[in-house]
């Protein structure tokens, strides 16, 4: 709260979580709100999950029957003693009957009492106390023989499997349905940029193509004199789908060898696990000829401008809009740059405290990036008004390492600014000045996905460098025309719902307010401006956006992950009208989420198509040979991917997901009522036991795909497959409709649920877990897969790119996909085998004591 009474809103990024290393930050003014117990890392640290395995829970069913058996014997053994001793009560005692110490005999009842107790301490062998003790030992033995299994050894990655729960060893043996993610836990992760489109133009990049199919990263040294897979063309014939190619491979750092020594490789692989996404295959960008001719030709263009001081409107649409995808590549993303070779060094500043600060004013003003940069005319680091500026940076002050963080030496930053002119680029002898440092080669990019470090690296093989990043500034080195920098304003991050994100910038050359987005096209095409048909202009660019939604379902059909690129100019009326509300909401105590979310709706629309990218992603080893395996084990397997629905299908046919003699159910709904009319539909056709009927087309858009590929009495057709994507997936999964939806996903060998939120993964899991009671395991490598890991009954975690969220809550962690089929098959059947006989052992050997 300032002195005039505004007050600026915190977010979670203002929050430095205990543990957490903060960089190149000289001071931070904060103030302490949780400390000891209280803190994120001790309410989390509870210790490993307790789970019961399903044997357990049996067990312990079983040894209240032996309770309740004891106890019956007990009691039967109890009446019939004092029915025995009744029948004395007028004859003769017994001889074996001792009378107590007054010389009288125990009553009926009184014996009976007695006898009771006397045969529980009897009969009490038959409940198996010491199995619970012997159980412990065998799990314990069960857990380190896993350890030390060599075949869940990963040696690109150094690291093994990992069991964090003791205790469900042996349900890994009675496993039924198995939920996998498909990027990164089926895919590599490792995003390679193929192909794109830009203004309806489509650029193949050919040459590229043929370099990933003759690039082959050979795991060591043996391997490339003898390779275990077979060649090249055997590992693709078996691991490939029509329209998809899929060439297994090792981590990048394996390169390294080929070309120098193993020490070379070892102080590459060591460099390589502080970057992020940072294999050759992934940065070594062939160019697309026609498409760097043009990028040059625009380069030279802007350059002829800016010496003429024309403004950009003169550009042909074409080249304005290849220049914009470029920047747009390049700037629409939170990578931050590094210099890999130099040690990051402590901030300098150029100033003394030598008074404290007593005002969050006084603070600002001594921080602020303004101040730090001396001799700076640089109209875009004045632009901002003062309130604005300290707005922003209050948000900033308290981040840790979030997206807006640079990794840059201020330095570097002093060095930009101080070359800027007054129109946001630098001369030539500035460019000059930044290569003494660390040259574009030696830039490395940190990114939170592989999605964005594929497209800056794509942008940099055209000549569109991301240089550096600032919190408040993008740098940006272009032919022809040097560094330019980009004011960021306003940087809205993706999330699950809007499917996309955002960044708001002041272009140095045209000082106008740009709106750059990149998103699923799903969405991003919904937010287009609409195209009159009476303006030329408008039914261009229509057969524009329709030329690249082709396009887009031809990279689907190639198994490419595919991203939609778009822009929009505001007025700055527009922009002072939505920079109000969006204070307004990120200063807003209540509802803030959905304020924030609502305000990038407002200035996420009437946006303008760009191009569209198309990026690879490769299978790992082995996974279409372990779902196989997997399959022929009676387990049935659904994938539930965030992917557009054409890339999931192809993906899911190259890792034999998906067969070709199998029947595909396609559900895509606009309503629940038609969702609802689909899915009786389906249900009446596969009950009839696969009739050549073809499901008729419900009202409303709607795709519904049933060809049999044999004739109905082939005995090939005893599998089915179902593909639903995200939106029909809502419907299915309300409470009116879940039941039909499990009675057709039960009775289909494979499911693939596309599109689909972490939520919608974990309500699938636990739809199959309540309603048949099968014992499901679930498999992630990402944060968005956290929720479907800790809801199965056994969560399994990758240690992947994406960090080690799906690891921390999972029961076991694997360094591959592969690895599964071993884990499941060998060591969960002989965990519950051992176990089991080891159980029965114990109840007949007590029951014989008896």
């Given at each position: 709260v300032h002195k005039s009474g505004k007050k600026d809103g915190l977010f979670k990024e203002n929050l430095l979580l205990r543990g957490c290393t903060i960089r190149n930050t000289e001071e931070v003014a904060g103030i302490v709100i949780y400390a000891g117990h209280e803190t994120k890392a001790l309410l989390n640290n509870n210790g490993p999950r307790y789970k019961r395995s399903k044997l357990e829970r049996q067990m312990n069913a079983d040894v209240l029957w032996c309770v309740l058996i004891l106890l019956i014997m007990c009691l039967f053994s109890a009446i019939g003693h004092g029915l025995w001793v009744w029948q004395y009560a007028e004859k003769k005692k017994p001889f074996f009957d001792v009378p107590g110490p007054d010389g009288k005999y125990l009553s009926p009842v009184l014996a009976s009492v007695y006898l009771f107790l006397t045969v529980i301490i009897v009969f009490q062998v038959m409940i198996p106390i010491s199995l619970y003790v012997s159980i412990e030992i065998v799990k314990i033995c069960q857990v380190y023989f896993i350890h030390q299994d060599k075949d869940l050894y990963d040696e690109e990655t150094d690291s093994q499997l990992q069991c964090r729960a003791l205790n469900i060893t042996e349900d890994l043996g009675q496993v039924q349905f198995i939920f996998s993610d498909k990027t990164g836990t089926l895919t590599e992760n490792k995003m390679v940029f193929r192909r794109c489109t830009v203004s309806g133009i489509e650029y193949s990049h050919d040459d590229n193509a043929k370099r990933l199919a003759m690039y082959q990263e050979p795991d060591s040294e043996e391997d490339e004199a003898a390779p275990k897979g077979g060649t090249l063309s055997q590992r693709d014939s078996i691991c490939s789908h029509q329209s998809i190619k899929v060439i297994h491979r090792s981590q990048s750092t394996k390169t390294h060898r080929r070309t120098g020594s193993r020490a070379e490789a070892k102080r590459a692989s060591i460099l390589s696990k502080h970057t992020a996404f940072s294999s050759p295959m992934e940065k070594d960008i062939t160019p697309d000829p026609s498409l760097l001719e043009k990028v040059n030709e625009c380069a030279k263009h802007l350059e002829v401008m800016r010496s003429h001081e024309q403004p950009l409107s003169h550009l042909s649409p074409e080249l304005c809009d290849i220049f914009d995808f470029f920047i747009a590549l390049t700037i629409c993303n939170t990578v931050v740059v590094t210099a890999p070779n130099q040690p990051r060094q402590k901030v300098r500043d150029r100033f003394e405290l030598k008074s404290p600060v007593k005002t969050i004013e006084d603070f600002i003003r001594r921080f602020t990036p303004s101040r730090l940069t001396s001799g700076s005319n640089s109209s875009s680091s004045s632009?901002?008004?003062?309130?604005?500026?300290?707005?922003?940076?209050?948000?900033?002050?308290?981040s840790s390492t979030s997206t807006d963080s640079t990794l840059l030496k201020?330095?570097?930053?002093?060095?930009?600014?101080?070359?800027?002119?007054?129109?946001?680029?630098?001369t030539q002898q500035g460019r000059t000045a930044v290569g003494s440092g660390p040259g574009e080669g030696e830039l490395r990019y940190e990114a939170e996905s592989p999605d964005e470090a594929a497209l800056v690296y794509a942008a940099r093989a055209y000549n569109c460098s991301l240089v550096g990043?600032?919190?408040?500034?993008?740098?940006?080195?272009l032919p022809h025309l040097g560094t330019l920098s980009f004011e960021v304003l306003h940087t809205l991050g993706f999330d699950s719902v809007r499917k996309r994100m955002s960044v708001v910038v002041r272009h140095p050359l045209t000082d106008e307010i740009n709106v750059y987005t990149k998103g699923a096209d799903s969405v991003i095409m919904d937010l287009l401006l609409p195209c009159s048909s009476d303006d030329p202009r408008g039914k261009h660019q229509k057969k524009i956006q329709s030329k690249t939604q082709n396009y887009l379902n031809l990279y689907a059909v190639d198994g490419l992950r595919t991203l939609c690129i778009a822009k929009r100019v505001l007025s700055k009326e527009e922009y002072a009208c939505w920079l109000k509300s969006h204070l307004e909401a990120e200063s807003s105590i209540e509802n803030r989420e959905e304020l924030l979310f609502q305000s990038a709706l407002r200035i996420e629309?009437?946006?303008?198509?760009?191009?569209?990218?198309?990026?690879?992603?490769?299978?790992?080893?082995?996974?279409?040979?372990?779902i196989?395996?997997?399959?022929?084990?009676?387990?049935?397997?659904?994938?539930?991917?965030?992917?557009?629905?054409?890339?999931?299908v192809n993906i899911a046919y190259a890792c034999k997901l998906l067969d070709h003699d199998e029947e595909i159910i396609t559900l895509n709904a606009e309503s629940p009522e038609t969702c609802a009319v689909l899915l009786e539909q389906c249900l009446q056709c596969v009950e009839s036991k696969f009739s050549n009927t073809t499901i008729d087309e419900a009202a409303g858009n709607m795709i519904v795909g049933f060809t049999p590929l044999y004739p109905p009495s082939s005995p090939v057709l005893s599998s089915l497959g179902l593909v639903i994507d995200g939106r029909t997936l809502a419907y299915a999964l309300e409470p009116t409709l879940e039941d039909k939806f499990l009675a057709l996903a039960k009775r289909c060998r494979s499911v693939l649920c596309c599109r689909s939120t972490p939520l919608q993964k974990s309500m699938v899991v636990k739809l199959v877990r309540d309603k048949l009671k099968a014992m499901t395991l679930a498999i992630g490598d990402g944060a968005n897969d956290v929720s479907m890991i800790q809801v199965a009954d056994v969560g399994v975690g990758i240690s992947g790119q994406e960090g080690m969220q799906a690891v921390m809550a999972s029961d076991f962690a694997i360094p591959r996909f592969r690895h599964l089929e071993k884990l499941l098959l060998v060591h969960g059947h002989w965990c519950y085998s051992r176990l089991a006989n080891m159980v029965l052992y114990f109840f007949y050997k007590n029951a014989v004591s008896v």
């Open positions: 632009s901002l008004a003062t309130s604005k500026s300290m707005h922003r940076f209050g948000l900033s002050v308290l201020l330095e570097e930053k002093l060095t930009y600014s101080a070359q800027m002119n007054n129109n946001g680029y630098s990043r600032l919190s408040d500034q993008v740098s940006v080195e629309k009437n946006l303008h198509l760009l191009g569209a990218t198309g990026i690879e992603d490769r299978l790992q080893d082995g996974v279409p040979e372990t196989a395996n997997l399959r022929k084990a009676g387990l049935q397997i659904w994938v539930l991917t965030g992917d557009k629905q054409e890339t999931a």
